[in-house]
């Protein structure tokens, strides 16, 4: 057994309402410069949709993650070590800008210099890759928002044409009419990432710390083989740089124990943050799982209980801090995908055993049985119309679980067992035997605070003391009176030839520690 620690997500379908708050917010932060105009590290799709880019999902087209050769094992769905180096230089499987979207801006230099006549002035789009004005806009990184344009592009999504093949045209039709959700996606930073094993430079890397996944921008060539290998589409090139770039989890906030900047701006609080606990070894064979539909079940069986004596001896002998490991035992992330079991990985089929999970959304489901006339929040009519629709779930099948229904109707049956159990709880009918765990888990979806809801140790904290004492001591030749007044001596490492006394530089941990007490102290002024 070989315990490793890693960050995840957990994101409740339910209560996304499609705002972009976390798109709009992400963007500022990460993507905001030349060269990554049309860049989205985070994006939210509207489903049924194409998605961005059109159709990523697709990977019989895209070649993207991983597939079991004769023998078994696995291998890149691009192809092998030969095949990419005679494509190095021209890799024909690559998304093009008009499968993203050309990025645009408006003339408002005309609205704003326009002289004064009888005329209206107008803002023509510009194209920000060539400068030069466009005629028209065809398409952008939310162009399926609440259903635009699936009266003549649905039929094109991937897994409609999937459902399409087994249950036909005619409750296709009923389907769309019927149901439609937000997908919020990020990177998935997965325990078997196809992108780090394309990359021919070995520029991409995942933490052994915490699982994130990065890039090393030194050491990347932009061959792009990293775009064609990731089956979520959530690597970009930039085009101004000539080197690839990916959603970076926040690292730099979640090593100070501050959730990332997606979390922390989403309105509708859908998003959870904690540890978990895997075996390295059995990553290998979880993902080698002949069955599609078995890979769900294969990747919680790679997931450990941090309360196991075992594990918790096992992880003590990897090197897993003790906050980390108090962290797995409060993570609610964990809660959700092991004990709780309604999150489910996005497209496992794929074979990356993604660690970005979704809560599947139930709402539709009420909002159905209202529209009849009945009461949407019984029980006996929940779990009713959960069987009866059997075109959501199939559809959500296909999303999260490769199909396999099972999950998916068991993950909607104990929601919706909450809500009869809650609601009976609030009319005062409810049994003489509480549910702990029903209850548990409606604060954790519902009413969960912010330290509830985000489960963050900070990263490596004794080693930054470490660097910082190191900084401050006898090695840097830095007396205690020097280090207290934060100047260098006369012989110090860094003075200059007159001897003059210079500030000593602050080290960004210390930064960082203030941005987290100001941004705990604004929260608790909006408390």
């Known amino acids: 057994m070989r315990v490793m620690a890693q960050i995840a997500m957990v994101m409740n379908l339910d209560k996304c309402i499609g705002c972009h708050a976390c798109s709009v917010t992400c963007k500022q932060t990460w993507t905001n410069r030349r060269g990554m105009e049309y860049v989205w590290f985070n994006n939210v799709e509207t489903r049924p949709g194409l998605g961005y880019p059109r159709r990523y999902s697709d990977q019989e087209r895209w070649k993207g993650g991983w597939e079991r050769d004769r023998r078994g094992r696995l291998k890149l769905k691009q192809g092998g070590r030969l095949k990419k180096l005679a494509e190095i230089f021209a890799n024909p499987v ?21 002289p004064l006549g009888d005329d209206y002035p107008v803002a023509r789009p510009r194209s920000l890759l060539t400068g030069k004005p466009m005629d028209t806009v065809r398409w952008s990184a939310n162009w399926d928002d609440n259903l635009g344009g699936t009266s003549e592009r649905g039929d094109q999504d991937p897994i409609v044409q999937k459902m399409r093949e087994q249950v036909g045209e005619t ?57 064609t290998a990731c089956p979520y589409k959530k690597i970009y090139f930039n085009h101004r740089t000539g080197k690839a770039e990916k959603c970076t989890f926040c690292y730099p906030r979640v090593e100070v124990g501050l959730p990332t900047v997606c979390s922390e701006t989403c309105p509708g609080r859908l998003r959870y943050l904690g540890v978990m606990l895997y075996d390295a070894d059995r990553v290998t064979a979880a993902a080698e799982t002949a069955d599609d539909r078995d890979l769900y079940q294969a990747q919680l069986g790679v ?35 092991c004990d709780y079991k309604v999150a489910l990985p996005l497209h496992p089929e ?12 139930l709402s539709p489901v009420v909002e159905a049985i209202a529209e009849s006339g009945h009461d949407g929040e019984d029980g006996d009519n929940l779990f009713g119309a959960i069987d009866a629709l059997r075109i959501p779930v199939e559809y959500l099948a296909q999303l999260f679980t490769a199909g396999d229904v099972v999950p998916v109707r068991a993950a909607l ?11 009976e709880v609030n009319l005062g009918t409810a049994p003489e035997e509480p549910s702990a765990q029903i209850e548990d888990m409606y604060r954790l979806l519902a009413i969960a605070k912010y330290e509830d809801r985000y489960v963050i140790p900070t990263a490596a904290m004794a080693d930054a003391h470490a660097l910082e004492e190191a900084a401050l001591g006898s090695g840097c030749s830095v007396s205690d009176a020097d280090a207290e007044t934060g100047s260098l001596g006369e012989n110090g490492p860094f003075g200059d030839d007159s001897g003059k006394k210079r500030r000593l530089p602050l080290i960004s941990l210390e930064d960082f520690r203030g ?4 941004q705990t102290a604004d929260r608790e002024e909006e408390v």
């Open 94 to 114: 690559l998304p093009t800008v008009d499968d993203y979207y050309e990025p645009w801006t408006y003339d408002y230099g005309n609205l704003q210099q326009a």
């Open 350 to 361: 794929f074979r990356t055993l993604p660690m970005v999970w979704y809560i599947p959304p």
């Open 515 to 518: 941005m987290r007490r100001r």
């Open 413 to 423: 049956g104990r929601l919706a067992a909450m809500r009869a159990y809650m609601r």
């Open 303 to 337: 997931f450990l209980d941090p309360d196991d004596p075992e594990v918790a001896r096992a992880a003590e002998a990897s090197g897993i801090p003790y906050d980390w490991m108090q962290a797995a035992r409060r993570s609610p992330v964990r809660k959700l995908i």
């Open 171 to 227: 409750v296709r039709f009923a389907f769309e009419q019927a149901f439609m959700f937000y997908l919020p996606r990020i990177c998935e930073h997965c325990l078997n990432p196809a992108c780090v094993a394309s990359c021919p430079s070995g520029a991409l890397y995942k933490r052994t710390e915490d699982g994130i996944v990065l890039v090393d921008q030194d050491r990347c060539r932009g061959w792009r083989q990293c775009v």
